[in-house]
């Protein structure tokens, strides 16, 4: 049969069609590499992964209103949810979670997700919503307690009540750095050369920033995962926002 360069030739009824190769495919992108846990809050507060970190909750259940995808976790008042799992424990290793957070005001600082306590040597790191600066925060600290330079999400500029927010925030070890993202856009991030984040002991918590029962959320969250031994890399970053549609996947 003849051949051109580049494409094949095929000859049928009288006519020549020329068969173009088809387009690369692209790999997905692979979601569950050092996942901890997932926590979709679709009616609950279970953990989606597989690996069954179910998580506790501390006063009153939230509601599960329309989230960004399915349903979501509603809290305010003295509710939040906890898990004292070990697999959580991070250190000097990269790790990270990214979910949708949604304000219902922005009237005080609020506690998102975290692993703090009042106790210095056990807290290790924590995401607020900060309303003096009106910007997502980051911070990882050390055994002695001390903070590791925080990061906030200045490049995204100020946010709205009331509106889905994609916050991916991570520690990448081997960059020695601490990053902070708001809707797959502008990465903050600062170089933590010379500090070693700790691995404490505090409990796992979405809604307050510690047991100490101190800035508990007044908001929603949604579509949460926390990872691992795994920088939250662009690929996987974009694949968790969508196209601002989000996933369970």
């Known amino acids: ?14 006519r020549a069609a ?14 569950t590499t ?19 970190r179910h998580l506790s909750r501390v006063s009153a259940h939230p509601t599960y209103p329309a989230g960004k995808v399915g349903l979501c976790a509603q809290l305010s008042g003295a509710d939040y949810l ?5 697999a ?19 009237s005080a600082q609020y506690g998102l997700v975290g692993k703090y306590d009042t106790t210095v040597g056990e807290f290790e790191y924590r995401l607020l919503y900060d309303n003096i600066g009106d910007q997502f925060h980051f911070s990882v600290y050390d055994a002695s307690g001390s903070l590791l330079m925080p990061i906030a999400s200045t490049s995204f500029g100020a946010l709205s009540i009331e509106t889905w927010y994609f916050v991916a925030f991570w520690h990448d070890a081997t960059a020695n750095t601490l990053n902070i993202q ?10 933590a050369t010379g500090s070693t984040p700790t691995a404490g002991n505090a ?3 979405i809604g307050v920033s510690d047991l ?8 929603r969250i949604d579509a949460l995962r926390i990872y691992s031994n795994r920088v939250l890399d662009a690929d996987l970053r974009t694949a968790l926002y969508n196209s601002g549609n989000g996933t369970e996947d």
């Open 18 to 31: 020329f068969l173009t190769p088809s387009a690369a495919v692209s790999e997905p992108v692979d979601l």
């Open 1 to 14: 049969m003849p051949r051109l360069f580049g494409s094949e030739m095929s000859v049928g009824r009288g």
């Open 34 to 52: 050092g996942l901890v846990a997932q926590y979709n809050f679709n009616g609950d507060y279970n953990d989606s992964s597989g690996n069954a």
């Open 88 to 106: 959580f424990q991070t250190g000097d290793i990269s790790f990270g979670g990214a979910g949708w957070i949604y304000l219902a005001d922005k």
């Open 182 to 191: 708001v809707n797959n856009s502008t990465i903050d991030s600062v170089d």
């Open 203 to 205: 409990a796992f918590t």
């Open 82 to 86: 906890k898990s004292e799992d070990t």
């Open 212 to 219: 100490d029962n101190s800035d508990f959320f007044n908001g």
